[in-house]
């Protein structure tokens, strides 16, 4: 079954009087481009918004909303605002740039895409600047506090809650949603996705409880495995639909830190029942089963593993929001699921 987060949350808005704006605008006027927005709610403003970096008041609506990071423009397309700028999805993405769940969402609303400026170099500040942004949202970020610095020179900026790129979908999205002064049209998404992730656990019961573990592999470098933390967001994701990490990963990787390394000479140490992983070739993952030392881990010697080698699939699994949340529903879980069957 095909889920669609937003149908019924479309109507919802459409019934409170959702309107017309400017693309990166949340103006509620009508204009020719005739991107759709929802309003913004009464009180809403001034707010402020506590972060790792102090807080940021924002004392009225923001017209035009830049993002950093990888999730928080999701965020903002799901609230009903189109960016004016984001971070270009250099892995996984698609030919824009973007993700086919923002795309889809985007032609929905009849907005024009946003700026995308790469972040492999580090943060792009004079791209950002180019957009004219009067807002920046990077609470699921690496930003520094140089970086913060220096992007409050470009405009107000709401960053991460606590540390870097662990901040779950949940938190991220009643960042943004307070932000953009739409916080009862932030917990009404979050209700929406919680059924999806509830419906998806109905229909896969034999993945509940199963132990787990969220790897990488550098193919170039076999002397050691990643392991992601619980606090990384593919992990939590994970653990929602009902998987369990072992207590063991969250003494190898340091609170406030989403990944760690173990030695390939402790690979019998990564127990579960299930390892995850993705891969840039089909079939590089069975073939650690040979590796002497890496052919220790239990999961892998049994199995017991799934290594996902769709770059955008695996895309959305980094980086859950409300957009990519049906989409690894429908098309990540049930391939976990097969998955333990060995």
Known sequence: MKRRLGSALSVALLAAGLTACSTGSTDTSSTDDGATTSKVEDGAYPVTIEHAFGETTIEEE?????????????????LGVVPVGATELTWGGNDNGSSDWFDARLEEVGGEAPTRYSDTDGIPFDEIAESQPDLILATNSGITQKDYDKLSEIAEVVAYPEAPWVTSWRDSLEMVGDALGRPALADELLEESEQ??????????????????????????????????????????????????PDWVTEVVPDGQF????????????????????????????????????????????????????????????????????????????????????
């Open 196 to 245: 999806v992730i509830a419906d998806a656990r109905e229909e896969h019961p034999e993945v509940d409880g199963t132990s787990f573990v969220f790897t990488y592999f550098t193919p170039t470098d076999l002397s050691k495995v990643g392991i992601y933390g619980d606090q990384d967001p593919r992990v939590e994701i994970m653990e929602e639909f009902g998987l369990v990490t």
């Open 259 to 342: 990944y760690a390394d173990v030695s390939a000479e402790r690979a019998g140490t990564v127990e579960s029942d299930l390892l995850l992983t993705y891969e840039e070739t089909e079939g590089d993952t069975a073939k650690l089963a040979e590796n002497r030392l890496l052919g220790r881990i239990p999961a892998l010697a049994s199995g017991q593993f799934f290594a996902e080698p769709d770059k955008e699939l695996g895309i959305a699994v980094t980086n859950p929001t409300p957009l990519s949340i049906p989409v690894i529903a429908d098309d990540f879980l049930p391939k976990v699921a097969a998955a333990l069957g060995g």
């Open 62 to 78: 923001p017209k035009r909303v830049a993002t950093v990071g990888w999730t928080d423009q999701d965020h903002v397309l799901a």
